[in-house]
């Protein structure tokens, strides 16, 4: 028998609309891709979904008795990985089938738990690690460069934590970032980098920069130095834009 | 603002804080509700390390660093010959609003020597944390130091400001504080101590009654000891500590192995090494007693006054118990999967989920991430295989080691080899 390729659009929705239409065309060996990495082949039968955000939320309601189950679903599908969307499609029918969402014996609720500690473990890095430089306009900018696309999940904690202060978070990688007003986050995109923030920086900001080196240098004990375990809580992926293992 | 003066005294004044391993900011639960700056209601966060690879979470620096004091234990003591400064009041409140603002740091660790005396020296502490919370509306994570010695009325304010309030009892045993701060009196630690544990006590009974009762150090207090510095076995660290846990309700007590910044008859010499696998191995016990209901008794006793050193405590309470081992994963209860050797409660838990679904096996073990490597010999599970195979404790413990490596190992190699 032929297997079924769903070609969605990369979206959470989109993503949701197809494990919809698995359901309700009752496909048996089905292999949900995105757009962009869609080839088609000779062994498959193409089916377009077109995202429906009723049907979506269909699926979404469908979880709703397994609420941690959802946001490893959610992380999940933030990850960017590959296989993403077969391990999501497989786990979700064991999960529906089985009424049980913690059986890690089941190797997609297994990988679906490991990704979201994965996703968890990166958007709490970025808490730390986001350093934010204060510009002419009053604007506190920061760049990052995450493993995955993290951004729509610390938006919240920043929010609460800088209820005052405008602030954009710029992730390199994916060109886009968070913007807030005092008011509300926007996802926005824009042309931003080192260079133009380097331009646009407040003129007491290479006071703060230096003094955050110093206070790094002077807080740390020469006698009990530990590279290694320095090293494994601050990977070396991470210091180009941490301050204080890479100056101004 | 002089920025170039201000860095010389943060120079100073973090270099002089940095032996208080507290690092803490979690536990509180300031939520930020009137759109001013920063908090605290979530999980602590590092945003650093150091070189020695400590969490940086909180600015930690001392309000000045002249003491009146001569405690030979202390970098700042007053004999000893080193730069002294002292922040105002406004500059530590900048600097703490500028690092939070630049997402640095979740808060400040303000300490101090004590000048003049002890209640003019807390003022000034609690004039920051004051300055903090109404001037710049700011909930970011407070950790004020008490000042041994300072008054019941002052530590009642302290509290209404800051997020935890810690006194650090430096030396276990009251011979050995005699011996190194002639000058305090054991009881001038306590009073501060037994002050925050009755003011949270009453605001938890207020909060009952009276919703809006002010919040008084949400993240409770702490305490540090030095290990290593007076002689003391780890049966009186770890004695004192759990005397603290249950007498003042601390939240922490920490253990900081001494590192020799005097020359003093009293002390290890200059150059000694500090003792970084025994303050380990005191943490690890710690955590025994907190999170997996071990008996301080069972672990260090008049037979066993001290840890071991090449195996970690819990391993060697089992070594001693035999008699209650090998397990069953599939029976035991939580308490009894808490005790076996090599299991965190973290995988406790996960035994305990997985069990639910089907009997586990090695490879069940195995899949859901449980380490085995000492684990096998203390444990039967839905298998005919079984690794102890009566074994002597001693030969077991030998096995264990050469499966092992442990980053300390060559520290308690050190004698077997005559040459490097």
């Known amino acids: 028998m032929k297997t079924q390729k769903l070609k969605y659009d990369g979206t959470f929705e989109g993503l949701l609309t197809a494990i919809f239409t698995v359901y309700e065309e009752r496909l048996s060996s089905a292999h949900i891709i995105e757009e962009r990495f869609f080839e088609p082949d000779f062994f498959s039968e193409l089916i377009m979904v077109f995202t429906d955000e009723n049907k979506a939320s269909r699926v979404w309601e469908g979880l709703k008795d397994f609420q941690q189950f959802r946001t490893s679903v959610y992380r999940s599908f933030l990850s960017e990985l590959p296989d993403k969307e077969v391990h999501i499609l497989d786990a979700i029918q064991y999960v529906l089938k089985t009424k049980s969402d913690k059986d890690y014996g089941h190797p997609s609720v297994l990988k679906l738990a490991q990704i979201t500690k994965q996703i968890g473990r990166e958007k709490h890095r970025m808490e730390a690690f986001v350093r934010f430089k204060r510009t002419k306009d009053d604007i506190y900018a920061a760049i990052i460069e995450p493993d995955f696309n993290i951004l729509p999940l610390i938006v919240k904690h920043f929010k609460n934590r800088y209820a005052d202060q405008q602030f954009v978070i710029y992730d390199k990688s994916r060109s886009y970032g968070i913007f807030y007003d005092l008011n509300t986050v926007q996802f926005v995109e824009l042309d931003f980098d080192d260079t133009v923030l380097k331009e646009a920086l407040h003129d007491e900001e290479m006071h703060y920069d230096e003094m955050w080196q110093d206070y790094f240098i002077s807080t740390g004990i020469k006698s009990r130095i530990n590279k290694k375990l320095h090293l494994r809580h601050v990977p070396k992926r991470y210091w180009k834009y941490l301050n204080e293992k890479n100056p101004l | 603002m002089n920025f170039e003066r201000i860095r010389e005294k943060l120079n100073i004044l973090a270099d002089a804080a940095k032996y208080d391993v507290s690092c803490s900011s979690s536990g509180s639960n300031r939520k930020n509700t009137t759109k001013g700056l920063g908090d605290s209601s979530g999980i602590g966060i590092c945003h650093s390390y150091t070189e020695d690879g400590r969490c940086i979470s909180l600015l930690k620096i001392l309000l000045t660093n002249h003491c009146i004091f001569d405690c030979a234990y202390c970098v700042s003591r007053k004999s000893n010959d080193i730069k002294r400064a002292g922040f105002k009041i406004q500059e530590v409140v900048d600097l703490t609003i500028n690092f939070y603002r630049r997402n640095y740091i ?310 077997l080899r005559l040459f490097n």
């Open chain 2, 106 to 415: 979740e808060g400040l660790f303000l300490s101090s020597g004590i000048f003049s005396s002890p209640d003019y020296t807390m003022e000034r502490l609690i004039a920051v944390a004051k300055k903090l919370r109404l001037e710049e509306n700011f909930n970011g994570y407070i950790h004020l130091k008490s000042i041994p010695g300072c008054s019941d009325e002052l530590m009642r304010e302290a509290g209404l400001y800051a997020d935890r309030l810690s006194i650090n009892i430096e030396i276990p045993t009251v011979s050995g504080l005699k011996l190194l701060a002639p000058e305090k009196d054991h009881k001038d630690f306590i009073k501060p101590m037994e002050k925050v544990k009755n003011e949270i006590i009453q605001y938890q009974a207020d909060k009952k009654l009276i919703k809006n009762t002010p919040v008084y150090a949400p993240a409770g207090q702490s305490t540090q000891m030095i290990v290593g510095a007076t002689g003391e076995s780890d049966k009186d660290i770890m004695y004192s500590a759990v005397h603290y846990y249950s007498t003042y309700k601390m939240k922490r007590v920490y253990y900081s192995g001494y590192v020799p910044v005097l020359q003093d008859e009293r002390l290890p010499a200059l150059g000694t090494e500090v003792p970084m696998l025994r303050e380990n191995r005191l943490y690890q016990t710690d955590w025994l007693l907190r999170f997996y209901g071990f008996d301080v008794r069972e672990l260090l006793n008049n037979q066993h006054p001290n840890l071991d050193v090449d195996i970690d405590p819990k391993l060697s309470w089992a070594l001693r118990n035999m008699h209650l081992f090998p397990v069953d994963v599939n029976k035991a209860d939580k308490r009894m999967l808490a005790r076996i050797p090599g299991l965190g409660m973290l995988s406790v838990n996960k035994i305990l989920n997985a069990r639910k679904y089907r009997k586990l096996n090695w490879e069940n073990l195995k899949a859901i991430g449980i380490a085995m490597n000492r684990a096998k010999y203390f444990i039967v599970c839905d298998s005919k295989d079984w690794e102890r195979k009566d074994l002597e404790p001693a030969h077991m413990k030998s096995m264990i080691l050469q499966s092992s490596q442990s980053k300390y190992q060559k520290m308690y190699n050190k004698q």
